[in-house]
C-alpha cells in the first residue's frame, strides 16, 4: 500500500463518532494543554494528541495513551519531537527543555 492510501485508511478514522466521542472526553477530561502548562502558561486544548504516533495502527489508535494540546503546541512542538528534532522553550523554573525531555 502506497504511503497516501496507508495515511487515508487511518485519517477516515478521524471522522468516525468512536473518535469525537474519544476526543471529547479526552478534552472535558484534561481542558488545558499539557505543553502549556509545562511552561506555567494556561492554555485551552483543542486538539486530542496521540502520546505515541499511531502511524496507521489502530490498536495505538483507539487505546493509545492521549494527551490534550492546543492547536499551536500540536503543530508546533509536537510536530518536530516526531521528526526527532527537539522542542524549543524551557520548563516552569525557566531551564532550557534537555535533549531527553524533547
Do not use: I
Not at 19 to 37: E, F, G, I, T
Request: aromatic content about 8%; some cysteine; hydrophobic content about 30%.
Amino acid at each position: 500500500m502506497s504511503t497516501s492510501a496507508a495515511a487515508h485508511t487511518y485519517h477516515r478514522l478521524y471522522n468516525t463518532a468512536r473518535w469525537r466521542k474519544r476526543r471529547a472526553r479526552q478534552l472535558a477530561d484534561s481542558p488545558l494543554c499539557v505543553y502549556c502548562l509545562a511552561r506555567d502558561v494556561v492554555t485551552p486544548a483543542t486538539v486530542a494528541d496521540h502520546v505515541t504516533p499511531h502511524k496507521g495502527d489502530e490498536r495505538l489508535f483507539w487505546h493509545g495513551e492521549l494527551q490534550s494540546l492546543c492547536k499551536r503546541c500540536h503543530d508546533s512542538e509536537k510536530q518536530r519531537e516526531e521528526r526527532g528534532l527537539r522542542r524549543k522553550g524551557c520548563d516552569v523554573d525557566g531551564w532550557p527543555f534537555h535533549e531527553e525531555d524533547a
